[in-house]
């Protein structure tokens, strides 16, 4: 793919705000109005975790319970590379129930699926903390 249209842009950027609700909603049924069936998520943060797959994404969800961190997207760039693949780059507040805050950038690869956008791909990188 070499350009995105603005109907592209805007459901794209649908899809990375959906993530904050469904996923700290633990709305595990909708999951997959974000992500692919074979999505993969990394996270970075301290030794690192990957969730692979859409029913691991939807248990890691639940696990984290009601006090889950709270996830807030913003500023998402989303742009072609030079390999034909769509991909966004968001930063990310991810507020915990003591109240502090940890943020950092979300990675995403996209796919265009028969039912829209999904994030097939996402790497969480952690800016403060870092560990």
């Keep these: 793919m070499d350009k995105l249209s603005f109907e592209d842009i805007s459901d794209i950027r649908g ?13 595990v049924g909708d999951l997959h109005r974000v992500f692919t069936e074979d999505a993969v998520i990394e ?11 859409l029913p691991a994404i939807a248990e890691f969800s639940l696990a984290l319970g009601p ?19 769509v991909r966004a ?6 507020i915990l129930q003591d109240g502090s805050v940890h943020n950092g950038d ?3 690869v996209l796919e265009r ?6 994030i097939s791909r996402r790497v969480s990188i952690p800016r403060y903390p870092k560990e």
């Design 15 to 27: 899809v990375l705000a959906l993530f904050s609700h469904v996923f700290d909603n633990r709305e």
């Design 67 to 85: 006090d889950g961190p709270d996830h807030q997207t913003l500023d998402s760039h989303v742009f072609v590379d030079d390999a034909g693949a």
């Design 89 to 94: 780059r968001s930063r990310y507040l991810a």
């Design 106 to 108: 979300y990675l995403d």
């Design 43 to 53: 996270m970075t943060r301290g030794a690192g975790r990957v969730v692979d797959g």
């Design 113 to 118: 699926t028969t039912e829209g956008w999904r």
